[in-house]
């Protein structure tokens, strides 16, 4: 094919009949040993220090929707826990505020035992401050704990310290982690005011209780300064909101110091007296993520601690269907996590919305991006990805974006083998087909497949940034190897490639169901040789930081550990591909990309790693 400038369309097709149009710009062709010539020493050696910087350049969304991410930091940069060994289950649902007896402490209480039994290492716990709405997410009196309708602070104190006392449940990449640890759900973007001021809104705080006093006994007093000036609905006297504005309840200030100290001491108390040992940050949109850095900072070791928010992107949509590339949702949470240095994970949505559209539709071909990766924030920062299928917003009962019922089994054989912190919704472990709720050490045929999946996951030693290869991922078929100890098999196809399947003697089933089947291998060192992996330190850095693994092999700090080793090495600067690049980088100023089909790979998982 002859070489000229013009671009050249391409045009892919997938099975869903969507193409992708590709334009590759091209060059003549011209002599490499001329070039070379006319470049003395001193200038290719330049060029190569232009190109390293280039590297560095910010990229917030990669070209044609693959690629690594990267952002600027500067100062301390935390890579944030390291949560590779972390699971999370979500200990509540919308009606557990409607407990007999306000007895929802002491049920989970006495359920205790069998989380820890699943091998879980967090629980996620509800909001336990006196609220307006029962659910606890219209906090009013933050250091009431007597007033939820869960229970009370001593009932809360008693079931913080008995999840930690599960000294059978410990973390084998974790030593110094012993039983369960209780996750607070925290609400601080509003709160709720008790009377009306001049304007007809709920704006006043009134003067503060007995129940409305801190750790040290001295009143909270909150006024008009603590509610956002711009907030539509509540006319407070504070600074401009940082944040989208929150409807039901008045949005506090979070640029005022005195209120950022009320807030951190009274999450401080949280952790050191009530015992949680990590949060969930409610509704992170509705502030700058410059303060919830500075909240973890102050309270958590991120390099110890779990701490997850809730941010709820929406997804790419083609009228109604769900886009292929979902890069500007991920791109969002990947943002959102670099503002705060990555102390801070979040929910994976994006994840959650391909593999839900996956199962129900048939098209597993979603479930792999152009650059072979995960669709999600899976796929670029998986330690900062916490994976699910529904929480206490998206199943039942609220149902504002459920995961097909049927279908859940599906999704917990993706997101319990997959990288990322599975989470997994309490009630599906302890809810029985039928509705009923069993006894506290019974589960239902769901909670039996999640029980399977977590033992297969942990036995392989699968981690958050566990390296997953994607197969095949096909319309009715999907096939990843996890950590090279797992694979998970997707999707109704049955006449799968013989070289894409495990084979005995090495691999043995670990779990199966409708649809899908994992196995593991059968060697039960192998995954402990292959899955160890050192905790990352906190490091500085003055440069551009890498999200979603280093695709060029330097060791620049990175957050997020999908590493992909590529295969011209830096000592082959001089190369052709090298040069090839410089000239891209020197002319035109970006990098030309071909891409390609979604599912046009097939590999051997039978292969060595």
């Not at 003395?40 to 190109?51: C, F, G, Q, T």
């Not at 979070?254 to 990590?278: C, D, Q, V, Y």
């Not at 891209?584 to 790693?609: F, I, K, Q, Y």
Request: net charge negative; glycine share 10%; aromatic share 8%.
């Amino acid at each position: 094919m002859p070489l000229n400038s013009a671009p050249t369309s391409l045009r892919i097709e997938r099975p869903s009949g969507q193409g992708v149009r590709v334009s590759v710009h091209v060059r003549p062709e011209r002599p490499r040993g001329a070039r070379r010539e006319l470049r003395p020493r001193r200038i290719r050696a330049a060029a190569r220090r232009r190109r390293r910087e280039r590297r560095r350049v910010i990229r917030r969304r990669p070209r044609g929707g693959s690629g690594s991410v990267r952002v600027r930091a500067s100062g301390v940069f935390a890579r944030g826990v390291d949560a590779g060994a972390f699971y999370l289950t979500l200990g509540f649902d919308w009606t557990s505020s409607k407990t007999k007896d306000r007895g929802w402490w002491r049920n989970v209480m006495e359920r205790a035992d069998a989380i820890a039994a699943m091998g879980v290492t967090h629980l996620w716990l509800p909001p336990p401050s006196h609220s307006v709405s029962p659910e606890g997410y219209l906090p009013q009196k933050l250091w009431d704990l007597d007033d939820s309708a869960y229970g009370t602070e001593a009932e809360l104190k008693a079931l913080c310290a008995k999840l930690k006392s599960r000294a059978y449940s410990s973390n084998v990449f974790h030593p110094s982690l012993v039983g369960v640890t209780p996750v607070c759900d925290v609400v601080i973007n509003h709160r709720a005011a008790e009377g009306v001021g001049p304007e007809g809104a709920y704006n006043q705080y009134g003067e503060p209780d007995a129940r409305d006093v801190d750790d040290e006994g001295n009143h909270v007093r909150w006024g008009e300064w603590a509610i956002t000036c711009d907030d539509p609905s509540y006319h407070g006297k504070g600074g401009p909101d940082s944040g989208e504005n929150y409807h039901a309840a008045p949005d506090l200030d979070h640029s005022n110091p005195a209120l950022r100290e009320s807030l951190k001491r009274w999450m401080r108390w949280l952790k050191t007296e009530i015992g949680f040992g990590g949060f969930r940050f409610d509704f992170v949109r509705g502030y700058a993520p410059s303060y919830l850095e500075e909240y973890v900072r102050a309270i958590f070791d991120p390099t110890a601690d779990l701490v997850v928010g809730e941010n709820w992107v929406d997804m790419n949509w083609e009228g109604s269907t769900l886009s292929y590339d979902q890069d500007g949702p991920r791109t969002k949470l990947v943002d959102w996590i670099a503002s705060t240095h990555g102390v801070c994970a979040l929910f994976d949505f994006v994840t959650k919305g391909a593999l839900q559209r996956a199962v129900e539709h048939v098209e597993f071909w979603r479930l792999r991006d152009r650059a072979g990766r995960p669709p999600g924030l899976l796929g670029w920062t998986p330690q900062r990805a916490v994976t699910f299928t529904d929480n206490h917003d998206t199943g039942h009962p609220q149902n504002h974006w459920p995961f097909p019922t049927d279908r859940q089994e599906l999704g917990y054989a993706y997101v319990l083998t997959h990288p990322g912190v599975p989470c997994v919704f309490g009630p599906h472990v302890w809810t029985r087909e039928d509705g009923e709720t069993p006894g506290a050490g019974d589960v239902g045929a769901l909670g039996e497949t999640i029980r399977t999946l977590l033992a297969a996951r942990k036995r392989a030693g699968i981690r958050a940034e566990s390296e997953v290869k994607i197969l095949i991922a096909e319309a009715d078929v999907y096939v990843a190897r996890v950590g090279h100890s797992l694979t998970v098999k997707l999707g109704p196809r049955y006449d799968v490639p013989p070289e894409i399947l495990p084979q005995a003697p090495d691999w043995v089933l670990a779990a199966s169901g409708e649809d899908f089947a994992v196995w593991e291998r059968a060697d039960p060192d192998y995954a402990k040789e292959t899955a160890a992996r050192p905790v990352e330190e906190p490091f500085e850095t003055h440069d551009d930081v890498l999200i979603g693994g280093d695709l060029e092999g330097n060791d620049r700090p990175s957050i997020g550990s999908f590493f992909e080793k590529n295969e011209d090495s830096e000592d082959s600067e001089d190369s052709e591909a090298s040069e090839a690049l410089d000239d891209s980088l020197d002319e035109d100023g970006e990098e030309g990309v071909l891409r390609t089909s979604p599912h046009d790979r097939v590999g051997d998982v039978n292969a060595d790693p």
